[in-house]
């Protein structure tokens, strides 16, 4: 290192944000994998401990990220992509299955998933991008290859099948609005999304019915200013055409456990025991918590593994039954916390490329954030995707953290670059 | 604006989420049991019930096996339904209206399919059990009655119903609650406590271990034995005597207020409510709505006393100096107070003081005490206060607070009863209108409890103890402190002799001269009650209740005694002899007057109760 080291100066807020939600995320790991055949507390078999290894094993990347220079994450963000990218197509070869999903390589019995560190890429692929002085974000040019950027590993990641983790690819629109991006296409994503989940809630038939009312209306209140018919047409019919291929797409391309999961959380199946079970459970488990909790270790639901995939995906079912309300609202908090110290320290940042890769990674752990603990608590759809810092696993847990430590890292240089 | 779109956002996701998590961890509270369903297995122990024995350790109640087919109904598999039905002996339609029920009540708590078999047919069952998932057989106690009386002291236990459970979470479906008499009323104390072993399940439903390192298990407590203040044999004689009558006997003990015997005709055979043919025998009881042999006329019936009420009446003309020993009144076959007519006498010889007025049951001489009595006061309305107070301090006109779970207050009228009665002030009312209370008819009610209760305390020269029918709890060896605190009437202890004198010339020449018992002292008085009943909303008059309340010996008095006979007629008819012969039987444990006694067992009113649903006219008082 050089003189520049001097300058450096990290964010101590994230840090220990870091450092609580790892340590929270573990002490309830703990409990949701404890089991009575245990021999010792160090045991290689056990979940809690492989957790603590993982969790190690970060300090030392977190070390290797913090050491690098700055400016190499910029300039080899494309290769960073690049090999990304790579990863992810040697997965059609070289991939490990484990249950259904080709996500895995297997390196020596440790299973690495190259998806969750494509976030990362992704993110100093788009920074770099966007922060190209040629680059322009109002123009339709430049957000096509933004575009391009984000949908290739999102493309690649949807047939293992992980449609979880492509789904995350959608936070980097936050990114490319906040850069740029007209807000219609914000409001076509929500207006898309709303019109999914009306043809699946209610039908064909009533969307057509609801667009044609709201077009008419529409046009009678502005008949003075002589609309444009053909727009007007052009509008109606592709709503029309989406809503049937929503319809379509999700009858024919979805696989029926997908349907369930929608149809659970839209109210249209009411099936406690059977599809519904992992919902119904979680909800038990946290509404059984109470305002303080039964106690770490002491949640009968976890520790009669209502909850399926308790310690990792339902993580958050543990925190509700065993630290109950206080606790629950503890971690939201702690999270809600991290994403906003981030977006204030992006909107901080002197250099473009540091200011888009922070607010990439507040966006991509928003969307973690509100999908999985919407998933627990019953307000969204099963979505497979795990909450950061506290679910279990290597490299979900190294992905979120070298995420975040290069942006600690950008941040720490921020008063070196003028 | 571009800037704070995301942290908007996420601030609003941070809101929806606490909102959401409130709501399921603090607002909605039924998660709590839905884990506790879940994820805990609890079993019970059922202790035994506590025995119930009569005052001279005699065994009145104890217990037997009994055994209940339970289903939890989510975890019944597809199975042999028809050889099961032929097992439990029952329908395959009704199994399965059972089924269905108890997976409505809840799919996942036990609820009985067939409750109480036999030890047989437990037997030929319990060895086929393993066939059937999702049903097992749960050991109960049931009660095996001793004796086949006092069931209406006794009271009987059957299964809680959801509304009991809604209540008092300690119960659970299938279980067993004291449903009436000293069943209900000391509950806690017979029940015990149910021990409680809970085991954390997995989500397969199999148990892995005690939940909690079994903190929280407790072994069940046996409940406690109690013995009763009934005498075994006073009861059985007195139900008895009271075969094909209607009515009650009720007797206390009035040196402390225990009740000897407790005595409600029509009675049933307390077995009856025990075991599988419990509902049919209960249903047929409860639809009996003329005989009503679930409706305890001792406790429940309201009756005007009649002339009993008139030793009242001379006690409180004493205690107001109204009157004296000497003073005579002479009566003309009847008391004329200015209405339409006299208020009626029967032939006596006139006139008559104190003593004589009382034994001679007159009416003109009680009319007199009671309207001077009143009349002491500027106003009628301070008048009837008064007079009520006096009675209140008998323990008349509100509920005695004795530990049988059943009961009614009687009446005893205040000024405010007439004033609104008579819609005073816009109309005035004066002693006169209310007379007929003079002699227990009007509007004056009580039970026979009320009315024996009256008579312990003046057996006792003016006090008395609650009537209670515990006498000791097994192995606490007390009873409730209530029971031990003496209640002192407002009259002066001097006034009782004169009073006590008139009851026991009641027997020596007056109205029950005929039915003396020799060798015993007994002090009665009797009293025959005019009545009314309302028949497809036609009123009319039966022959009179036949009323008669007695305490003996006179000095010292071991028994005091309240017999009511509807429609018996005059006094000394029914009421008059069952009290002599309760008395004789308690004090020297034989019958002296054969006659009387046969008189009693082999007369039947069947007869008299028939007349009213002839449909036809009848004659009265014959």
Not at chain 1, 131 to 141: A, E, G, L, P, V
Not at chain 1, 167 to 186: D, I, K, N, P, Q
Not at chain 1, 338 to 360: D, N, P, T, W
């Amino acid at each position: 290192m050089n003189s520049q080291t001097r300058y450096v100066k990290f964010d101590w807020m994230t840090i220990l944000l870091y450092v609580a939600l790892v340590f929270i995320g573990w002490i309830n790991i703990y409990s949701a994998s404890l089991s009575d055949n245990a021999v010792s507390f160090i045991d290689f078999d056990q979940i809690y401990f492989k957790q603590l290894l993982w969790i190690a094993l970060s300090v030392v990347i977190i070390a290797f990220v913090l050491a690098i220079d700055s400016k190499f994450y910029e300039r080899f963000s494309s290769i960073i992509y690049l090999v990304s990218l790579g990863s992810l197509l040697g997965l059609f070869v070289f991939g490990k299955e484990i249950s259904g999903a080709t996500s895995w390589y297997s390196l020596g019995g440790v299973g690495l998933q190259p998806s969750e560190f494509a976030k990362a890429a992704t993110a100093l692929a788009l920074a770099k991008y966007i922060s190209d002085i040629q680059t322009n974000m109002k123009t339709f040019k430049n957000q096509l290859g933004a575009f391009m950027i984000i949908a290739i590993p999102a493309l690649l990641i949807i047939p293992q099948p992980d449609p979880g983790s492509a789904l995350v690819y959608s936070a980097f629109v936050f990114t490319m609005y906040r850069e740029g991006m007209h807000f219609v296409y914000l409001l076509l994503g929500f207006f898309a999304a709303a019109l999914f989940i009306g043809t699946l809630a209610l039908g064909v038939p009533y969307v057509v019915g609801i667009v044609l009312a709201v077009a008419a209306f529409i046009y009678w209140r502005n008949r003075k200013k002589k609309p444009n018919r053909f727009k007007y047409a052009i509008i109606i019919l592709s709503c029309i055409a989406f809503s049937f291929s929503v319809n379509y797409i999700f009858n024919n391309v979805f696989e029926q456990r997908h349907r369930d999961r929608f149809n659970i959380v839209l109210g249209k199946e009411i099936d406690a025991k059977g599809i519904g079970y992992n919902t119904n459970q979680s909800e038990i488990a946290i509404g059984s918590g109470g305002w303080t909790g039964k106690g770490w270790t002491q949640g009968t639901q976890t520790k009669g593994n209502f909850v399926p995939e308790q310690h990792t995906d339902y993580i958050f079912s543990t925190v509700g039954e065993e630290w109950g309300f206080i606790g629950s609202l503890v971690v939201v908090i702690l999270f809600l916390a991290l994403i906003v110290r981030i977006l204030v320290l992006a909107e901080r940042q002197k250099s473009k490329f540091s200011r888009v890769y922070g607010y990439s990674v507040a966006s991509i752990l928003f969307l973690h954030f509100f999908v999985n603990i919407g998933m627990v608590i019953g307000l969204l759809p099963t979505i497979g995707i795990p909450l950061p810092f506290f679910s279990y696993g290597g490299s979900s847990l190294w992905g979120f953290t070298i995420l975040l430590f290069i942006f600690v890292r950008l941040d720490g240089s921020n008063y070196y670059y003028t | 604006m571009r800037k704070f779109l995301l942290l908007f956002i996420v601030l609003i996701t941070g809101m929806v989420f606490a909102g959401r998590l409130f709501y399921l961890q603090i607002y909605d509270d039924s998660f709590q049991a839905l884990s506790e369903n879940n994820a805990v297995k609890v079993e019970y122990d059922y202790p035994q019930r506590g025995y119930l024995f009569d005052r001279n350790g005699e065994l009145l109640v104890s217990n037997q096996p009994s055994y209940d087919v339970m289903v939890i109904p989510r975890d019944v598999k597809p199975m042999d339904t028809l050889e099961f039905c032929d097992l439990l002996k029952i329908t395959p339609e009704e199994f399965r209206n059972k089924l269905r029920k108890a997976t409505v009540y809840s799919p996942r708590l036990p609820s009985p399919i067939v409750p109480q078999l036999t030890k047989t047919e437990y037997a030929s069952l319990s060895e086929k059990m393993h066939k059937f998932e999702g049903f097992y057989i749960q050991k109960r106690s049931l009660r095996d009655y001793q004796v086949d009386h006092s069931a209406n002291v006794l009271g009987y236990i059957s299964e809680v119903n959801e509304a009991i459970i809604e209540r008092n979470p300690y119960y659970q479906m299938g279980e067993l609650i004291g449903t009436g008499g000293v069943e209900k009323q000391y509950e806690d104390l017979l029940r015990g406590t149910k021990g409680v072993k809970r085991y954390q399940k997995d989500r397969f439903n199999s148990v892995i271990g005690p939940y909690e390192e079994g903190k929280f298990d407790t072994l069940p407590v046996r409940g406690k034995d109690i013995i009763l203040t009934i005498d075994g044999a006073l009861q059985q004689y007195g139900e008895d005597l009271m075969v094909n009558k209607r009515g009650g006997i009720v007797a206390l003990e009035p040196s402390t207020g225990e009740i000897l015997a407790l005595v409600a005709a029509p009675n049933y055979d307390p077995a009856l409510l025990v075991g599988r043919q419990r509902s049919k025998n209960f249903t047929k009881l409860y639809y009996d709505t003329i005989a009503k042999p679930l409706f305890d006329r001792v406790l429940q019936g309201e009756y005007p006393p009649g002339s009993p009420f008139k030793a009242l009446t001379a006690l409180i003309g004493l205690q107001e100096g109204v009157i004296d020993l000497e003073e005579k009144v002479s009566c003309r076959g009847g008391y004329n107070y200015g209405g339409s007519k006299p208020l009626g006498c029967h032939h006596h010889k006139s006139p008559l003081s104190m003593i004589g007025g009382i034994a001679n049951s007159c009416n003109s001489y009680f009319a007199t005490v009671y309207r001077r009595t009143i009349d002491k006061y500027p106003t009628p309305q301070e008048g009837i206060d008064n007079w009520k107070k006096h009675l209140n301090s008998f323990g008349l006109g509100n509920y005695l607070g004795y530990d049988l779970p059943v009961g009614k207050r009687g009446l005893i009228p205040n000024s405010d009863y007439y004033n609104r009665y008579y819609q005073y002030p816009k109309y005035k009312w004066y002693t006169p209108a209310t007379i007929s209370n003079s002699i227990g008819q009007g509007e004056v009610l009580m039970t026979p409890m009320q009315m024996v209760n009256f008579t312990a305390a003046i057996a006792n020269r003016g006090y008395y103890y609650k009537p209670h029918i515990i006498k000791n709890i097994v192995g606490v060896d007390t009873i409730p402190s209530q029971y031990r605190e003496k209640f002192v009437t407002s009259i002066s202890p001097e006034y009782f002799e004169p009073v006590i004198q008139g009851m026991h010339d009641v027997y020596n020449y007056g109205t029950a001269a005929y039915i003396q018992v020799p060798g015993i002292d007994i002090c009665g008085k009797t009293g025959t009650a005019e009545n009314y009943i309302k028949i497809n909303g036609e009123r009319m008059q039966l022959t009179d209740h036949s009323v008669f309340v007695a305490f003996a010996p006179k000095d010292n008095p071991k028994i005091a005694l309240a017999v009511f006979v509807e429609n018996g007629y005059w006094g000394s008819r029914w009421a008059g002899r069952i009290a002599g012969l309760m008395i004789e039987k308690y004090l020297k444990g034989e019958i002296s007057r054969k006659d009387m006694e046969d008189f009693v067992l082999n007369g039947s009113l069947e007869e008299e109760y028939a007349k009213p649903y002839t449909g036809e006219p009848f004659i009265i008082n014959q």
